[in-house]
T-cell receptor
Framework: ETGVTQTPRHLVMGMTNKKSLKCEQHLGHNAMYWYKQSAKKPLELMFVYNFKEQTENNSVPSRFSPECPNSSHLFLHLHTLQPEDSALYLC???????????????FGPGTRLTVL | AQKITQTQPGMFVQEKEAVTLDCTYDTSDQSYGLFWYKQPSSGEMIFLIYQGSYDEQNATEGRYSLNFQKARKSANLVISASQLGDSAMYFCAMREATVAGNQFYFGTGTSLTVIP
């Protein structure tokens, strides 16, 4: 596999369920990101990890819980979500946060989440 | 105020013609980076082109070029010789050189449709 992969590609869950999104990057990068993409809105940065350490949490509700066990893997654990959480969740990776302005983020295909 | 503004929600272009997608940005930094991404219906955000604020020449990557006008704070994407496969959403993004190094802003996107 190359690039950034995400599983599952589609997820439907009830408000009381617990599920996890998985992201894996095969680029040798050290920074990983979670974004939420809702219709008609700019991408919203949720979490940033650099060398497995969380560096950014943009006021994300606690029902979203990230985990980064190593630089290649990133998870987003979901519990007691709301219907307004339905969106495309994109994972991205980049070289690392100290690489400067040219540090390009490479994205996975996303997980389309629907909360019933 | 929005950091990235894309004023064209939708654009149409005839196959083989050129098209310009507009992007303006807002920053008080002297050092920043500008990116364009393509998002087909499959969902994956594909990196297209990068322009640094200190780059004197407009960036080019194959059929993509970036019309960078620093004084106007605009970074328009030009796609030459449009192909049917260019039909997608296009997002402009900016990275600012903050201490944390991870402020990355996206616009709301422009939907491009290439007409045969």
């Amino acid at each position: 596999e190359t690039g950034v992969t995400q599983t599952p590609r589609h997820l439907v869950m009830g408000m009381t369920n617990k599920k996890s999104l998985k992201c894996e990057q095969h680029l040798g990068h050290n920074a990983m990101y979670w974004y939420k993409q809702s219709a008609k809105k700019p991408l919203e940065l949720m979490f940033v990890y650099n060398f497995k350490e969380q560096t950014e949490n943009n006021s994300v509700p606690s029902r979203f819980s990230p985990e980064c066990p190593n630089s290649s893997h990133l998870f987003l654990h979901l519990h007691t979500l709301q219907p307004e959480d339905s969106a495309l969740y994109l994972c991205a990776s980049s070289q690392d946060l100290a690489s400067g302005l040219t540090d390009t983020q490479y994205f996975g295909p996303g997980t389309r989440l629907t909360v019933l | 105020a929005q950091k990235i503004t894309q004023t064209q929600p939708g654009m149409f272009v005839q196959e083989k013609e050129a098209v310009t997608l507009d992007c303006t940005y807002d920053t008080s930094d002297q050092s920043y980076g500008l990116f364009w991404y393509k998002q087909p219906s499959s969902g994956e955000m594909i990196f297209l082109i990068y322009q640094g604020s200190y780059d004197e020449q407009n960036a080019t990557e194959g059929r993509y070029s970036l019309n960078f006008q620093k004084a106007r704070k605009s970074a328009n994407l030009v796609i030459s010789a449009s192909q049917l496969g260019d039909s997608a959403m296009y997002f402009c993004a900016m990275r600012e050189a903050t201490v944390a190094g991870n402020q990355f802003y996206f616009g709301t996107g422009t939907s491009l449709t290439v007409i045969p």
